[in-house]
């Protein structure tokens, strides 16, 4: 089975098709294409993500992207001369893409010249994220499932992140990357820690969620990105401050200068809070008189010393109140290495296996949606053209 997966929820356009094949073994997944085209260098100037901008650049670059999937795939091939559209289908086309003008140019001229891709099923990122964002990728999957007449399964973004960590990467086949798929022992719990959500999700069963700690304010992610702008650093401020933390590491100084609250580190809940963290270090800079590379070192080390000691406890808390077997972990702030280190520890210290995505798959990708739209297939899920783009979509 050949999967399309689309994800436009923030400010990635990805595309990604990926093969699934059954061996002794269980199924093996084959990335036959996989591309992104990251926007983060139009948002550098608003500081941040700028929705109807983000919006646009999908509009603009989702087509040429497909193609050039479709291309490393070899699954691109033009017909021998361009066809008009059959009424029926443009009339439907223009319908499913009344407000995305650009993007139903550039998909009629696609629909004229190539031939149908041999694509059995879109998977495609409903929610949650930036509504005008995932429309765009929503009203696309919509035009090509009625084009060629391919099923389309509404995927949750969240999810997306959750089972990509069970991809184990095999070694290449005719220079495609292979994967095969981890086992999970239930219990498990997900942690996901993104730009949008800090979450804590227990699973009992497959793709059965429960959502039992989450945050009362600011995400991970969002507590970076704001003291990273705070420490004058650019968008987005995760990566950053990642480095600036590593760099005071690597010196090895003793002396602490910063101390950082643990926000809600003894609260008898599984709720994390990040904005009391964030303005006790606003504070902190107003009282210095001068900021120096140095002093952001300091400061990105001790914040991120905070957020990992909160991630940590609450998480062991978690582990512990629900006889958890399996460590997940997801999205955007798993990239970064001392997290990632330190729920690694966390695992062994438990005694309990962990499912932790590569780095290139942990921010926003499209393998991601691909890999939950195989999986609700197989469990199941019925194609549909009948839903909606939803920003706050939950688990
Ligand atoms: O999952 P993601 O790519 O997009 C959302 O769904 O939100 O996550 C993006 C977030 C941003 O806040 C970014 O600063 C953060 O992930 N991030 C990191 C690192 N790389 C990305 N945070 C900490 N350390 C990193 N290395
Ligand atoms: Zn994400």
């Known amino acids: 089975m050949k999967i399309?997966?689309?994800?436009?929820?923030?400010?990635?356009?990805?595309?990604?098709?990926?093969?699934?094949?059954?061996?002794?073994?269980?199924?093996?997944?084959?990335?036959?294409?996989?591309?992104?085209?990251?926007?983060i260098a139009k948002h550098q100037e608003f500081g941040g993500v700028f929705p109807m901008l983000a919006k646009r650049e999908h509009a603009k670059n989702l087509v040429p992207l497909f193609e050039k999937c479709l291309k490393e795939a070899d699954l691109f091939k033009l017909k021998p001369s361009p066809k008009t559209l059959t009424k029926k289908l443009e009339k439907n086309i223009e319908k499913i893409l009344e407000r995305e003008g650009e993007l139903l140019i550039e998909l009629k001229k696609l629909f004229k010249t190539i031939e149908k891709p041999n694509i059995d099923a879109i998977a495609v990122t409903n929610g949650p994220g930036l509504e005008p964002a995932l429309w765009v990728g929503v009203t696309f999957a919509k035009a090509l499932g009625e084009a060629w007449n391919i099923s389309i399964i509404p995927t949750n973004h969240m999810e997306g992140h959750i089972v990509v960590s069970s991809l184990l990467k095999r070694t290449n086949i005719k220079e495609k990357t292979n994967y095969q798929?981890?086992?999970?022992?239930?219990?498990?719990?997900?942690?996901?820690?993104?730009?949008?959500?800090?979450?804590?999700v227990l699973i009992k069963n497959n793709l059965k969620y429960k959502i039992i700690g989450g945050t009362v304010d600011d995400a991970v992610g969002e507590a970076y990105d704001k003291v990273a702008r705070m420490l004058g650093?650019?968008?987005?401020?995760?990566?950053?401050?990642?480095?600036?933390?590593?760099?005071?590491?690597?010196?090895?100084?003793?002396?602490?200068?910063?101390?950082?609250?643990?926000?809600?580190?003894?609260?008898?809940?599984?709720?994390?809070?990040?904005?009391?963290?964030?303005?006790s270090v606003l504070y902190k800079l107003k009282e210095l008189k001068e900021l120096t590379e140095e002093i952001k070192q300091e400061i990105a080390f001790e914040f991120q010393n905070a957020v990992i000691d909160v991630l940590i406890a609450k998480t062991k808390t978690a582990i512990?109140?629900?006889?958890?077997?399996?460590?997940?972990?997801?999205?955007?702030?798993?990239?970064?290495?001392d997290i990632?280190?330190?729920?690694?520890?966390?695992?062994?210290?438990?005694?309990?296996?962990?499912?932790?995505?590569?780095?290139?798959?942990?921010?926003?990708?499209?393998?991601?949606?691909?890999?939950?739209?195989?999986?609700?297939?197989?469990?199941?899920?019925?194609?549909?053209?009948?839903?909606?783009?939803?920003?706050?979509?939950?688990?």
């Not at 994800?7 to 098709?17: K, L, R």
């Open 4 to 39: 399309l997966g689309i994800e436009t929820s923030c400010d990635e356009t990805a595309v990604c098709i990926i093969e699934t094949n059954e061996s002794k073994d269980g199924p093996v997944l084959t990335v036959l294409g996989n591309q992104l085209y990251s926007q």
């Open 233 to 279: 650093l650019p968008y987005p401020g995760g990566p950053q401050i990642s480095q600036y933390a590593d760099a005071w590491q690597k010196k090895n100084i003793s002396i602490q200068t910063f101390k950082f609250p643990r926000p809600m580190l003894h609260s008898k809940n599984l709720n994390f809070s990040f904005s009391g963290l964030k303005t």
């Open 181 to 200: 798929i981890s086992e999970t022992k239930y219990p498990a719990l997900a942690l996901l820690i993104s730009g949008g959500h800090t979450q804590l």
């Open 320 to 337: 512990m109140e629900n006889e958890v077997q399996t460590l997940i972990a997801g999205g955007g702030v798993i990239a970064n290495k």
């Open 340 to 395: 990632r280190i330190a729920l690694e520890k966390l695992a062994e210290e438990m005694k309990i296996n962990i499912l932790i995505p590569e780095i290139s798959a942990s921010t926003d990708n499209a393998l991601m949606i691909a890999v939950a739209g195989y999986m609700n297939i197989i469990a199941g899920k019925k194609s549909s053209t009948d839903f909606r783009a939803s920003g706050n979509l939950s688990l």
